[in-house]
């Protein structure tokens, strides 16, 4: 079993940067791929930012490609979102999740939403 904790959010003006950070434990060595997610009230949960051992390339989503980045660091088995330039629609509860399966198709489940293993969401809120 893997658990995720997230951490980071807060409150930042418009304009204004944010790390967030997921530190995974369990069969942490195992994981294989991991992203980031984020819900608004009401809305469905999008895929932002994904990060698959062994592939060279980030996965990161249309709406935040070009402000937000995502680094892996296989040593403390921690990924994080850097996130900059954000503006109110970035608002919303940011998840991490994981999955022992990687490859290229991770980054399909990730916009499939099918990883198998998810933390408790830290909130981000632009204004």
């Known amino acids: 079993h893997v658990q995720l904790v997230e951490s980071g959010g807060g409150s930042v003006q418009a304009g204004g940067s944010l790390r967030l950070s997921c530190s995974a434990s369990?069969?942490?060595?195992?994981?294989?791929?991991m992203a980031w997610y984020r819900q608004v009230s009401g809305k469905e949960r999008e895929g932002i930012a994904a990060?698959?051992?062994?592939?060279?390339?980030?996965y990161l989503g249309d709406s935040v490609k070009g402000r937000f980045d995502v680094i892996r660091d296989s040593a403390s088995n921690t990924l994080y979102l850097q996130m900059n330039d954000l503006r109110p629609g970035d608002t919303a509860m940011y998840y991490c999740?994981?999955?022992?399966?990687?490859?290229?198709?991770?980054?399909?489940?990730?916009?499939?939403?099918?990883?198998?293993?998810g933390g408790r969401g830290t909130q981000v809120t632009v204004s």
């Open positions: 369990g069969y942490e060595y195992s994981i294989q791929c």
């Open positions: 990060s698959a051992i062994g592939l060279a390339y980030r």
């Open positions: 999740a994981a999955d022992l399966r990687g490859g290229p198709r991770c980054y399909d489940r990730v916009r499939g939403g099918m990883l198998d293993y």
